[in-house]
């Protein structure tokens, strides 16, 4: 950041009185300008035995495999980003079941939040971002083409919670 974007002056980083960390401060008008992590959210669509997955369309990891997840928006809650998101990205109608994996990615500052989902129907589409939508049973999700980390982490909790050895929420890290 070189700009407030209160007054457009110069700004610096530095430790604000009475904080621990180092902010954007603009000297000219006292405006701290605080960066905080960004929400994804996301769904682990279920139908039957089934995942619903996304080959991405877009970067980063263009043609890899993912949960539908994306940005949370302004004004809206964690679940109905998760069901935006897997309208927009998988044409898919889901019915949130419960929060299932948390995962933080501190170094691009990111968090993410995966719902266990039922799907309503079988009408499901790519939507802009997607490539191709598809179901996999457990044995066939194609683990060597994820695309990112905290979708691996929800897949295989949840692959391991069907064999009986971890049920619950999940919180991980990388």
Known sequence: MNYCSHCSRTVVLRIPPGDSIARYVCDACGQIHYQNPR???????????????????????????????????????????????????AGGRIAI????????????????????????????????????????????????ELAFTSIRFALERFTQGHRGLQLGHHRGSV
């Open 97 to 144: 079941t419960e929060l299932y994996s948390v995962y933080s990615i501190p170094h691009v500052a990111q968090v993410y939040m995966i719902f266990l989902a039922r799907l309503l129907d079988l009408d499901y589409a790519p939507g802009l971002e997607s490539l191709e939508v598809d179901l996999f049973l457990p044995e066939e999700l194609p683990w060597e």
């Open 39 to 89: 929400i994804i959210v996301g769904s682990l669509p279920l139908w039957q035995d089934r995942i619903l997955l996304c080959r991405r369309a877009i970067e980063p990891r263009i043609g890899k495999w993912t949960l539908p997840a994306g940005f949370l928006e302004n004004g809206e809650t964690l679940e109905q980003g998760a069901i935006r998101e897997t309208m927009e990205e």
